[in-house]
C-alpha cells in the first residue's frame, strides 16, 4: 500500500511539472560585430528569415546563388534553402508556409560563409510566427445603379492577422436568401491581409427579406465560424437602415438608408446631433454623411425627421432616433509632418501631436557628422536601415504633457524642445523617438490583480531589456493578440505587425538648402540658399564623395550661392559645410527630383553639337530638286573643315544619294538633291552624320493633285463623339463658287488609339497598357449629294476593348463627272466609353518603377466623358 501511494505521489509531481510548463522565453540576443539586424519579434509564416551582416562578402554576380550547406538551424526544424539575397544579407526561404503562433530559436554559423575570431562562430536569436485570425467588416447595403432600385450589394472588408492567398480567403465566406447562393466578387487586396469583397445582384423584393452572410475560418487553419442575418428592406420601405461612427481623415456619422438620396436637398433640420448645432452634409448614394464643428466623444444621439426624398421623391414619413458610439481615442502620439530638415528659426522646436497621455518618453539616437555618408549609403535623411552600425543612444527624457479635461478625445499639438539634446551634442542627424508607457496615459482603466500581475515591469531606459520586452508574449500570446490594441492591457505597448505606439523620425538641424544639376561634361551646378530668408549663401565649403567615400570633386559658392564642381567620378552624395552647420543632398539617380509635374520637354545634346535640317518646302514630287539646309553649333568642338556626310533614304530604307561638304557659311552647310521622275512615293529620310553623331528629318514625296473641290463634314457642332450613333452633314462646292450638285461622295471612318488625358487631372494614366486596339476601316457614308451639294449620313459606331480614348478619321472623297476627286480629312476625339478611370502611380523620382517592401499609395479618379 505505501508503494502504491509513493508510486502515486510521484506520478503526480510529474503531472504538475508537465501542467506547469510554460513556452520559453525568446533567446536573449548579443551584439555581434560581423551582424547588423536580423529578423526577431513576430513574423508573418511566409516571410523568409534574414541575417544582414556589417561588410560586403560577395561579389554581385553571386547574388542569388543558393549556401551549402545552410549556415542556419532551427529548433524547430525548418525545411528551405538559404541563399545570398544581396552582397551582405544571407536569406533563408522556407519551402512550406511556417505553423502560426510558433516560437522559433535559431543560430546562425558564421562559419560557413567567412572567416571569424573564436567566440564569433555562431549567433542566437529567436522569432515567432503570426496566429491567423479573421476580422469581418461590413460596410452595409448600396446600389449597384441607382437607376435600379431593386438591385442591391453587399459590401465588406476581411482583415487577417496574417499573409494568405486569394485562392484561400475565397472559400472562407458564403452568402444565401431563400435557398438560393450568391457569388461573392473580390475587388481588391492589400498585402494579401486586407481582402475587400462585394455580394452584388441582390434583388429588393416587395417585402423585407434577409440575406445570410456566413465565414468559415477552417480553409486558413482558424477555429472560427459564425454567420451575420442582413435585413434586406422592401421596395414598399423607405426607412434608415443604421448609423455608424466613422473616424477616417475627418471623423463623422454615417446614416445608411434602405433607397438612394436625392442630392441637393435641404437636410438641416431633419437630421439633428445632440449638442452639435452646427452640422453640414454629404450625400453619396444611400449614404449621409454628418459632420460637425465640434468633435464627436462617446454615446451621440441622432435623429431623423420626417421629410428627407429619395431619388424618386418618396420621403421619410416617421420619426427615427438612434445612438452611435465614438470610442475613447486611443492613447497616441505622431510628428506633423515628415520632414528631415529642422531650420533653426523653428527655435528648436520639433511640432508633435499627441490625444489621451498626460507623458511621453522621448529618446534620442546620435548618427554624428562622420557616419552620416555610411548612413546614406543605404538610406535616405529619413531612412531607418543598419542605424546600429552607425548611431548610439545619447539623450533620454520624459516630457509631461497634461491635458486639461476638455482637451481629452482630441489631438493636441505640442511643441517639443530639444535644445537641451543639441547643446550637448553639436552636429550630426538626431533620430528622435516618442512613445509612452501604462502609467502615461489619461484614460480610465480598471485596475485589476490579473492586469497588474501581467504588467510588463522593464526599466525605460534599459535599451537591451526594452527591445525584448517589446517582442515578448510568453505563455500569453491568445490573451496578448485579443488585447493588442486595448491600452488598459499590457499587449499594447508591444510591438505587433499592425500596430505600434512608438513614433520615430529623423532630424538634421540645418538652414542650407541645396539644389544639384549634373551635366554632360562631368561637372556639378551647386546652388545653396539660406532655407530662413531664401538668399543666397556665399562661402559655404563643398565636397563630393563617390560611394565608396572617396572624395571626387570640391569647391565653394561665390556671392550668388553658386559654384560649378568638376568631379573625377559618378558622384553620390553632396555634402556643403559652413562653420556652424552641415547639409546633405544625396546624387545618385533614385534621388532625383521628379519632372513628372513640369514641361521639360527638349533634346539630349549629344557630345556637345546640336544641329538642325531644314528645307524650302514640306511636300516634294517625284523628279523635283530639294533643297536641304544643315545649321551646326558645334562650340568649338570640331575642328575647321570637318567633314559633314549627308545621306538619302527611299522609304524602302535603300540609301540613294551620298554627299560630304567641309565648307560652311556660318555653320550653315546645304546640300543639294534630287529624286528620279518615277521613284517610289512616300516618306524618305535625310540623314547627316558629323563627329560621331547622327541628325536626321523626313521628307515628304508624294504625287500630289490639288483638291478643286472645298469639302465640309459637320457632326452638328461636336467637338467630341460618343460611341452609338454618330451622325453628321457633308457638303461640297467648286472652288470657284458653284454647288456641287449631284456628285458622288464617300465617307471612310478609321478609329485610332489616342492618349487619354484631361487637364485637371494631366498627372493620372487613363489608358490600359494591356489592351492592343485594332480597327478596320469602316465606309460611313456612300452615296450622292443633292442638288444643292449637300446630304446626311448615320452610323453605328461602338467598338470593344479600347485601350481609352480614341480618334476619329474621316476621310472624306466627293468624285468630279470625269472620274477625279478632291480628298478631305478630318479628326474629332472619339469617346468609347462615358466613365474612365484614372491611376495616379507614386512619385518616387523614377516613373518607370516602384519601389519594393514599402507602403504604395495609388490615387484613383474616376472622369466621366
Known amino acids: 500500500m505505501k508503494k502504491a501511494l509513493c508510486m502515486l505521489s510521484i506520478f503526480s509531481i510529474l503531472f504538475c511539472a508537465l501542467c506547469s510548463k510554460q513556452e520559453p522565453a525568446p533567446v536573449r540576443s548579443q551584439f555581434h560585430p560581423k551582424i547588423s539586424a536580423f529578423t526577431t519579434g513576430q513574423v508573418s509564416c511566409l516571410a523568409p528569415i534574414r541575417i544582414v551582416l556589417t561588410d560586403q562578402i560577395i561579389q554581385a554576380e553571386q547574388i542569388g546563388a543558393a549556401i551549402e550547406p545552410s549556415p542556419f538551424s532551427f529548433k524547430p526544424k525548418i525545411k528551405g534553402v538559404a541563399v545570398w539575397a544581396n552582397d551582405r544579407t544571407v536569406e533563408f526561404r522556407p519551402t512550406e508556409r511556417l505553423p502560426q503562433a510558433q516560437q522559433f530559436e535559431a543560430t546562425f554559423n558564421l562559419r560557413d560563409i567567412m572567416i571569424v575570431e573564436k567566440g564569433q562562430e555562431r549567433f542566437a536569436f529567436s522569432f515567432t510566427t503570426v496566429k491567423q485570425s479573421i476580422d469581418l467588416r461590413l460596410d452595409g447595403l448600396s446600389y449597384e445603379d441607382s437607376d435600379h432600385m431593386n438591385r442591391q450589394r453587399l459590401t465588406g472588408v476581411i482583415e487577417l492577422a496574417d499573409e494568405q492567398d486569394i485562392s484561400d480567403v475565397e472559400n472562407i465566406l458564403s452568402a444565401k436568401k431563400d435557398g438560393k447562393t450568391f457569388a461573392i466578387t473580390w475587388l481588391e487586396q492589400q498585402d494579401n491581409r486586407k481582402f475587400r469583397f462585394a455580394v452584388t445582384a441582390i434583388i429588393r423584393e416587395e417585402k423585407t427579406s434577409q440575406l445570410t452572410l456566413k465565414w468559415d475560418g477552417s480553409p486558413i487553419g482558424v477555429d472560427d465560424k459564425g454567420e451575420i442575418e442582413i435585413e434586406i428592406p422592401g421596395l414598399e420601405t423607405f426607412s434608415i437602415l443604421n448609423g455608424r461612427a466613422v473616424r477616417d481623415d475627418r471623423e463623422y456619422v454615417e446614416l445608411r438608408f434602405s433607397d438612394p438620396i436625392k442630392p441637393k436637398q435641404e437636410l438641416n433640420g431633419l437630421i439633428t446631433i445632440e449638442n452639435h448645432p452646427n452640422t453640414h452634409f454629404a450625400i453619396t448614394e444611400n449614404v449621409i454623411a454628418v459632420y460637425s464643428s465640434s468633435p464627436f466623444v462617446g454615446d451621440v444621439q441622432v435623429t431623423v425627421s420626417p421629410g428627407i426624398s429619395n431619388v424618386m421623391g418618396r420621403k421619410i414619413t416617421a420619426e427615427s432616433r438612434l445612438t452611435v458610439t465614438f470610442e475613447e481615442f486611443k492613447p497616441q502620439v505622431r510628428f506633423v509632418g515628415d520632414g528631415a530638415i529642422l ?33 546614406l549609403q543605404v538610406n535616405d535623411l529619413k531612412g531607418d536601415q543598419e542605424l546600429e552600425r552607425v548611431g548610439q543612444i545619447v539623450w533620454r527624457n520624459i516630457v509631461n504633457l497634461d491635458p486639461t479635461p476638455n482637451r481629452l478625445n482630441q489631438w493636441i499639438r505640442y511643441g517639443l524642445d530639444i535644445s537641451p539634446l543639441v547643446a550637448k551634442n553639436s552636429g550630426g542627424l538626431f533620430r528622435i523617438s516618442l512613445s509612452f508607457q501604462r502609467q502615461h496615459i489619461a484614460c480610465q482603466c480598471p485596475e485589476t490583480e490579473e492586469s497588474a500581475e501581467n504588467a510588463i515591469a522593464v526599466d525605460p531606459w534599459d535599451e537591451d531589456v526594452l527591445q525584448e520586452r517589446r517582442y515578448y508574449y510568453g505563455e500569453n500570446y491568445d490573451e496578448y493578440w485579443t488585447n493588442r490594441k486595448n491600452p488598459c492591457h499590457p499587449a499594447y505597448y508591444l510591438q505587433w505587425y499592425d500596430h505600434d505606439i512608438q513614433a520615430t523620425q529623423n532630424f538634421i538641424i540645418s538652414d542650407l538648402a541645396l539644389i544639384a544639376k549634373r551635366g554632360g561634361n562631368d561637372s556639378l551646378f551647386v546652388a545653396v540658399t539660406d532655407i530662413k530668408s531664401t538668399q543666397p549663401m556665399a562661402n559655404v565649403s563643398l565636397k563630393v564623395l563617390d560611394f565608396q567615400q572617396n572624395i571626387v570633386g570640391s569647391g565653394s559658392t561665390n556671392g550668388d550661392g553658386i559654384a560649378i564642381i568638376k568631379t573625377s567620378k559618378r558622384p553620390f552624395l553632396l555634402i556643403a559645410r559652413t562653420q ?16 513628372s509635374h513640369f514641361d521639360v520637354s527638349g533634346e539630349t545634346v549629344n557630345r556637345g553639337l546640336r544641329g538642325y535640317i531644314y528645307g524650302e518646302r514640306g511636300v516634294w514630287r517625284p523628279g523635283d530638286p530639294i533643297y536641304l539646309t544643315f545649321i551646326l553649333l558645334n562650340d568649338g568642338k570640331l575642328p575647321t573643315r570637318h567633314p559633314v556626310r549627308f545621306e538619302l533614304y527611299n522609304p524602302r530604307g535603300q540609301l540613294v544619294e551620298t554627299l560630304t561638304v567641309t565648307s560652311s557659311m556660318n555653320g550653315f552647310y546645304t546640300f543639294q538633291t534630287k529624286t528620279q521622275a518615277n521613284a517610289p512615293t512616300g516618306d524618305w529620310l535625310a540623314t547627316v552624320q558629323v563627329g560621331g553623331v547622327t541628325f536626321s528629318k523626313s521628307l515628304k514625296i508624294e504625287t500630289v493633285m490639288p483638291n478643286r473641290l472645298k469639302i465640309t463634314l459637320d457632326m452638328h457642332g461636336k467637338e467630341e463623339l460618343d460611341a452609338g450613333d454618330i451622325s453628321g452633314t457633308l457638303s461640297a462646292a467648286w472652288l470657284h463658287g458653284a454647288t456641287a450638285s449631284n456628285l458622288d461622295a464617300d465617307i471612310e471612318l478609321k478609329l485610332a488609339p489616342m492618349q487619354t488625358t484631361w487637364p485637371n487631372f ?28 449637300v446630304t446626311t449620313f448615320s452610323k453605328r459606331v461602338a467598338p470593344t476593348e479600347a485601350p481609352g480614348k480614341l480618334q476619329a478619321r474621316f476621310t472624306t472623297r466627293v468624285f468630279e463627272p470625269g472620274g477625279a476627286f478632291s480628298t478631305d480629312y478630318f479628326n474629332l476625339p472619339f469617346h468609347p466609353f462615358r466613365h474612365y478611370v484614372g491611376l495616379l502611380l507614386p512619385d518616387a523620382g523614377d516613373p518607370d518603377r516602384i519601389q519594393s517592401d514599402s507602403t504604395v499609395t495609388i490615387r484613383v479618379v474616376r472622369v466621366t466623358a
Do not use: C, W
Open 580 to 595: 556652424s552647420q552641415s547639409g546633405y543632398l544625396k546624387l545618385n539617380d533614385g534621388s532625383s527630383l521628379s519632372l
Open 762 to 789: 494631366a498627372d493620372y494614366s487613363f489608358d490600359d497598357p494591356a489592351i492592343t486596339f485594332e480597327f478596320e476601316s469602316q465606309q460611313v457614308f456612300k452615296g450622292a449629294l443633292n442638288e444643292k451639294g
Open 343 to 375: 531650420p533653426t528659426s523653428h527655435g528648436l522646436t520639433i511640432p508633435i501631436e499627441a490625444v489621451n497621455l498626460r507623458a511621453i518618453t522621448v529618446s534620442a539616437m546620435l548618427i554624428n557628422d562622420q557616419k552620416i555618408p555610411q548612413f
